[in-house]
């Protein structure tokens, strides 16, 4: 499967468009998280816990996006992007989402 940013994947044409796809998931902070970044923000660097929390989240946003498109019989998902959204005061969103597609060598 073909994951793209851009709209064409070189030697290839869309032979026909599924539809989006799409796969998000939901993260909670959580107290021990929460007191560790509180720290480190008193003296400023990256928050360490927070940044392996989104990189997991935005791989599982990924790999279920992937799976739609299989699903679907895809080849491919072009146009991929990311979004985040705050859910609550202690969780966010974060959602993947592109157009899956057939393809078709070009001659």
Known sequence: MILTTTEEVPGYAVGEVLGVVSGNTVRAKNVGRDITAGLKSLVGGELEE????????????????????RDLGADAVVNVRFATSQT???AAELLAYGTAVKLVPRK
């Open 88 to 90: 609550m005061a202690a």
């Open 50 to 69: 927070y940044t392996a929390m989104l990189a997991d989240a935005r791989t599982e946003a990924y790999n279920r996006m992937a799976n739609a498109a």
